[in-house]
């Protein structure tokens, strides 16, 4: 590892055939991309709409392209131990179905890390919370310290948004000032039952449970609907 401790996101890391899988598949679509950026910031410094609407469209070709890219790396190389790297970056994007697919391709070796077996822990978790599927029920404490059950408060006729936050997480308290006191997001969530779960300490065995059950393991905030 070469680089200067000023400029570590420079650093230039060598030796491992890992190391360079992982930035032969990835470094073509970095370097279009990092172009494009640059092009992005001129284009808002004159106020160009159009140039920076057509990069953005850019951006999202990009996108698809280096995560097609990355399934096809996954599917093709199973006994790489960069597969299940890449597949953790793109899980998110990915049904549950697909994912658990992924890993059944796998060779043994890799499939059985720690590192998959997370990213299956959670394909199989996020299965209970799929489009259609009906949300898992929990119970929690409410401001009078009283325990209520989710399904007690959740009608039949509205879709279900349930906030995982704690008062410790800045981006969580970002979302409230922000996002939520948006007025075309206030009226969407008209149409919703939002239930807010504080999980505060997420080493809590109880707390726990309801995140795996939920799939949650990106952090706080995360939002299911």
């Not at 953005?56 to 097609?68: A, L, N, P, S, Y």
């Not at 059950?149 to 995982?164: E, P, T």
């Amino acid at each position: 590892i070469t680089g200067h401790i000023d400029t570590l996101y420079n650093a230039v890391v060598t030796g491992s055939k890992s190391h360079s899988e992982y930035t032969g598949l990835s470094k073509p679509f970095n370097d279009k991309m990092m172009e494009l950026s640059k092009q992005y910031q001129v284009a808002r410094k004159d106020n160009d709409t159009a140039r920076t609407s057509a990069i953005e469209k850019e951006f999202d070709g990009i996108q698809k392209d280096m995560t097609q890219a990355q399934k096809d790396f996954v599917k093709n190389n199973p006994a790489s131990y960069v597969s299940p790297v890449i597949l953790r970056s793109i899980s998110y994007e990915l049904t549950a179905d697909e994912t658990l697919e992924m890993i059944a391709g796998m060779d043994t070796t890799v499939s059985k890390i720690q590192m998959v077996k997370d990213i299956k822990f959670r394909a199989e978790a996020m299965k209970n919370v799929e489009v259609g599927k009906k949300a898992p029920d929990f119970t929690l404490n409410d401001v009078n310290d009283q325990p209520v059950a989710l399904y007690s408060k959740v009608g039949k006729a509205k879709l279900l948004l349930v906030d995982f936050w704690a008062s410790w997480c800045k981006s969580c308290l970002a979302m409230e000032r922000t996002t939520f006191q948006d007025a075309e997001v206030r009226a969407r969530l008209e149409t919703m039952v939002k239930v807010k779960y504080r999980a505060e300490n997420l080493s809590d065995p109880v707390v726990k449970e309801v995140l795996d059950r939920y799939g949650v393991a990106g952090g706080l905030p995360s939002y299911v609907v």
